[in-house]
T-cell receptor
Framework: QKEVEQNSGPLSVPEGAIASLNCTYS??????FFWYRQYSGKSPELIMF????GDKEDGRFTAQLNKASQYVSLLIRDSQPSDSATYLC??????????????FGKGTLLTVNP | DAGVTQSPTHLIKTRGQQVTLRCSPK?????VSWYQQALGQGPQFIFQ???????QRGNFPDRFSGHQFPNYSSELNVNALLLGDSALYLC?????????FGPGTRLTVL
């Protein structure tokens, strides 16, 4: 069973702090990694994707991938109350992501306190 | 440019009934995937359609079936509904890169 594991949280950080969200996966053949944000009662919204080892930055968000450790993380700098949501980690077996099934973790609930 | 759309928004059915959910992909997207998200869980892959064919399927019973039309829109059909089928059903569309989700259909089975 290919699994994606995330701490369910809640992870609570003060406004302006860095939030660190972590994810591990069991399938070494995974090639594509995605972070989605899901507000309560809404559908998942794509934040970032990463394919290569290392860091990828987009505004306040940084995704980090370590394939050797089968670990992917999302850092949110200068956290805002509007970042309060569940963050879903997803992995795919191939590159690109569109042609493959996504396997999701259960998500981590992030709360940013004003 | 419209994103992924789904209908209906909410649906209430009773056990044993059948339901059809609909999805229109984002303009330019040719691949549609369906996911089921139970409360407190991550989305679970049901199946994916490309060029009107089911390309991949997750661990869901044959009660779950689908279709893709020439305009790339898609339907998800669930027969003989069970209480456990109550969930948010998500459609995701894609073209060569990432998958983008529609707003979902909330199905409640009584």
């Amino acid at each position: 069973q290919k699994e994606v594991e995330q701490n369910s949280g809640p992870l609570s950080v003060p406004e302006g702090a860095i939030a660190s969200l972590n994810c591990t996966y069991s399938d070494r053949g995974s090639q594509s990694f995605f972070w989605y944000r899901q507000y309560s009662g809404k559908s998942p919204e794509l934040i970032m994707f990463i394919y290569s080892n290392g860091d990828k930055e987009d505004g306040r968000f940084t995704a980090q991938l370590n394939k050797a450790s089968q670990y992917v993380s999302l850092l949110i700098r200068d956290s805002q109350p509007s970042d309060s949501a569940t963050y879903l980690c997803a992995v795919a077996p191939g590159g690109g992501g569109s042609n493959y099934k996504l396997t999701f973790g259960k998500g981590t609930l992030l709360t940013v306190n004003p | 440019d419209a994103g992924v759309t789904q209908s209906p928004t909410h649906l209430i059915k009773t056990r044993g009934q059948q339901v059809t959910l609909r999805c229109s992909p984002k303009s330019g997207h040719d691949t549609v995937s369906w996911y089921q998200q139970a409360l407190g869980q991550g989305p679970q892959f049901i199946f994916q359609y490309y060029e009107e064919e089911e390309r991949q399927r997750g661990n869901f019973p044959d009660r779950f079936s689908g279709h893709q039309f020439p305009n790339y829109s898609s339907e998800l059909n669930v027969n003989a509904l069970l209480l456990g089928d109550s969930a948010l059903y998500l459609c995701a569309s894609s073209f060569s890169t990432s998958q983008y989700f529609g707003p979902g259909t909330r199905l409640t089975v009584l």
